[in-house]
């Protein structure tokens, strides 16, 4: 039995549809949907249609994309109002959501406890030079703005950053519940840590990456593995003998050369034990 994780499957595309649909069935794993599976409750309908016939359990967190309010979509839901009918269509399928009670995983190993998780951003992912009130003129100074901006509506908070604030405190206080003896696999859309939002050609887009609230949870929450998308740049990476994985598949020209999606999806449980030599 293992765990397997992928994000970003961004399926407007039609590539990426075929891809999806190509996926061999794995009748005794579970799989970690990390974000961004579209723009449209279609998409997460396709998604979700495809995906959960063909793992024994499937995890969902949302994205920055599944928030958005599409002009073309009636009603066109906002805000938290969105992401509960994204909730609620998770649910028809039968699969787990941030609003869950946390699972144990069922399979060979210590007591594990998966931690599906939606926190947002607050523009705090930039050098410390940068004041908070200058965030978004930063990123605007190389021509930088995110979509999100325009299509992602917080309500009914007054901002995103308070929308994160509010998702962040909830959360910390479901992880400060968990029993002491069981290590978690924390998984959200965005990177935990600033330090992991490897943008070589856009750096300032990290504003749009996450939150330094979290920049300590991977050992606060006794972590043995991270899961994160949005980047589009996987990899697997190691701090303080945790491991995180970046799962995104991403746009078809990014993720073609790596061959079909079955190689792509990262595996989580039981994954590596320690780096790479």
């Known amino acids: 039995m293992k765990l397997y994780a992928i ?15 190509a996926l061999a069935p794995h009748p005794e794993d579970w799989l970690i949907v990390a974000g961004d599976v579209g723009e449209t409750l279609a998409d997460m309908d396709t998604m979700l249609r495809t995906l959960t016939p063909r793992f024994a359990k499937l995890v969902w967190v949302p994205g920055n994309h599944e928030l958005w309010s599409m002009p073309t979509e009636k ?32 399979g060979e190993g210590p007591h594990r406890i998966l931690v599906p998780m939606f926190l947002g951003y607050d523009y705090t992912f930039r050098p410390e030079h940068v004041p908070p009130d200058k965030a978004l003129e930063w990123a605007w100074e190389e021509d930088l703005m995110c979509t999100d901006e325009v299509l992602l509506h917080p309500d ?65 929450y006794r972590a043995e593995a991270v899961v994160s998308g949005h980047l589009h740049m996987p990899a697997t990476l190691w701090r303080d003998g945790v491991r995180f994985e970046e799962v995104s598949l991403g746009y078809p020209m990014q993720w073609r050369h790596r061959g079909e999606v079955d190689r792509i999806l990262r595996e989580v449980l039981p994954g590596p034990t320690s780096p790479a030599r």
Do not use: K, M
């Open 7 to 21: 994000s970003d499957l961004h399926l407007r595309h039609a590539d990426n549809r075929a891809a999806l649909e």
């Open 75 to 106: 009603p066109a839901l906002r805000g938290e109002a969105r992401y509960l009918r994204l909730v609620d269509l998770c649910h028809q399928h039968g699969a787990l959501t941030p609003e869950d009670p946390y699972p144990r995983w069922p």
């Open 156 to 220: 009914p908070y007054p901002s995103r950053q308070a929308w994160c604030a509010a998702r962040v405190e909830q959360t910390r206080a479901r992880l400060e519940r968990l029993p002491p003896d069981a290590t978690t696999i924390l998984i959200n859309h965005y990177p935990l840590r600033y330090e992991h939002v490897r943008l070589p050609r856009i750096p300032r887009f990290s504003i749009w990456c996450g939150t330094r609230l979290t920049e300590d949870w991977h050992t606060r």
